[in-house]
Structures are given as C-alpha cells and as structure tokens.
C-alpha cells in the first residue's frame, strides 16, 4: 500500500528548468507512487508551509523537487515549535536543482528514473538535523534546521553573490563567483566555544558546521561526515593569503584538504561563533541559502527525521 504523499516542486529550482521538466518528471512519478497530490512554490518559504500543513492533514511522504534550498524549506516543514510533528513521516528527494549537495551524503542517484526508484525502493532512516539560532538579514533573532551544512565567513559571501547575480539576470556559477569572491574577501576573526570549550581567537575564511560530507556544488567540506552518527563534523580554515587559497582550493574539492596545517577539523554536538567586530558582518549560509548573520548557536538533533536514501 502506498503511503499518502505530497510532492512539493520549486518550479524555479535549476535556472528554471523544473518547470520545464515537470511533466516529464510528473509521468515519470506516476509510475513509481501512483496517487499524489503536487503544488508549486511560488514564494521564499512557502515550501515549508505546505510541507507542514500535509503532514498535519496526514501525509506519510512528502517529495521534494528542488534543490538543496528546497529541501531545506520541506524539512522545516516537518516541524513545529522546534518539535517534530509526526516522527513517522519520511521526506524523499527528487534532485533538480543548481545545487544538490545532501544527496551526495544520502547517496540519492542523480538521474530521474534512478531517484524515483529510491523513493520505493530505499528504507527510510532517521538522521540527524542541525539546529542553528542566528539573526536573519534583517536583524531579527530566528531559528531554522539545516540538513546539510551550515557555514560562515567566504561562504555566504559567495552564496549572497550568487543570488544577486540571479536578481540581475546574470548567468554566475558558483565557482565564478568563488573566485571573484576571494579577491575582496577579508578574513573574519571569530570567537567559537566546542562543547563548552573555547578556542583561540582567530582568523576565519570557512567556518563550516557539517552534517553531510559535500557543499558548494561538490566541495567535499567534511569527508569523513556521517549524517546519523550525532555529531556535527566542524571544519575550520583560518585565513589565507590570496595565492595560498587559490594553491589549495581544489584539495576542498577532492576531499584531502584535512592535513592541511591551516584547517582544522573538530567534531562537536554544540558550536558557539561570535563575531568580535559586530560592525562587520560574517554571513551565514544554510544548505546553499544565504539567510542570515553571526552570532550563532548550532545544535545536533541526532536522529531526528525519517529520509529516502542509503545511509
């Protein structure tokens, strides 16, 4: 029997390509779940709005058909006043975006035909889920989940950037925007405290608070992450130089940039980031959104949502 399922699609998700796919994608869903009800976004945050009002009126699968952004929205929408609403509701993934890093920790197949058959197919397993208190880019203190990764410092500029260049019409990668990021980024000196303890004051380019193992369209930020294991994989790069960055970018990339002398890799269920100068912001990004600003406080949920994939 299949279970009562939403499916939530951003139609905007991949440059716009969604929308164009979706009755492709729509044909492609009937042959896997049968019986849906489906609504597109058509505002920021609506996707978790809709996701916790199915939940509430009892549906067992809600499908997300987006990126990683997207996904994030339908996860939040899984819960209310920080608690979960139904601990047996599972949300599935059907990759279409510009960014689909999670899946990557999920190991959610990136064709079509081979992500419908992990909604079926695939057990549900409970994962853990990042909770983070920030102020939002209107200065207002929020709270939000993140399934992925959370970061601060370079980032969210590059993430902010992104979104710009989106607003004007400009075709930017993120790896564009990276590069031109890093020329007229400035490093940001961060008090953080681990599990009650502090560290040095330093310098920071990349504070990442990592659940999964891939952000930034493939950068592997936290290889050795394990997305149930309850703890948050933090990731540290204190400052670089131009040139240094540049030299060891594509160690992020691959995954082998943990030896380096000037990243440092902690794990932790509890991180503190304050900004020393409150006149200069560190922007904070949240699965691939740019949503708001240190201070911060982020917190593990070990085990705290049902999700389609092989963990």
């Not at 980024?185 to 681990?194: A, E, S």
Request: glycine share 10%; net charge positive; charged share 25%.
């Amino acid at each position: 029997m299949f279970p009562k399922t939403q499916v939530i699609v951003n139609p905007e998700s991949n440059k716009g390509q969604t929308r164009k796919k979706w009755r492709e994608i729509r044909e492609a869903l009937k042959h896997f779940i049968r019986d849906f009800k489906y609504e597109f976004t058509e505002f920021p945050f609506q996707a978790a709005e809709i996701s916790r009002s199915a939940i509430k009126e009892g549906s067992e699968l809600i499908i997300g058909v987006g990126g990683d952004g997207t996904i994030n929205e339908i996860a939040n929408g899984f819960y209310e006043n920080t608690r979960i609403i139904n601990p047996n509701s599972v949300l599935g993934i059907v990759p279409s975006g510009t960014g689909c890093d999670l899946i990557k920790s999920l190991n959610v197949p990136r064709g079509l035909s081979n992500a419908l058959k992990t909604l079926t197919e695939a057990p549900s397993s409970l994962i853990d889920v990042g909770r983070v208190t920030f102020r939002d880019n209107t200065g207002h203190l929020t709270e939000r989940f993140f399934l992925n990764v959370a970061d601060f410092g370079i980032g969210g500029e590059v993430v902010k950037n992104v979104t710009d260049s989106r607003m004007k019409r400009k075709a930017s990668s993120y790896l564009k925007c990276l590069l031109s990021t890093v020329l007229s980024f400035t490093n940001k000196k961060v008090q953080i405290t681990i599990d009650g303890r502090s560290l040095d004051l330093e310098e920071y380019m990349i504070g990442a608070v990592s659940n999964g193992r891939v952000f930034g369209k493939g950068m592997k930020i936290a290889p050795k992450a394990k997305i149930d294991d309850g703890f948050f994989d933090f990731i540290l790069v204190k400052g670089m130089k131009l040139f240094e960055f540049f030299r060891n970018v594509w160690r992020i990339y691959a995954g082998t940039h943990l030896s380096h002398p000037k990243i440092s890799f902690i794990k932790g269920k509890k991180i503190t980031a304050d900004p020393v100068d409150l006149k200069e912001p560190v922007l904070l990004e949240l699965d691939g959104d740019q949503l708001g600003r240190l201070p911060a406080v982020f917190d593990i949920v070990p085990r705290s949502i049902l999700v389609k994939g092989y963990i």
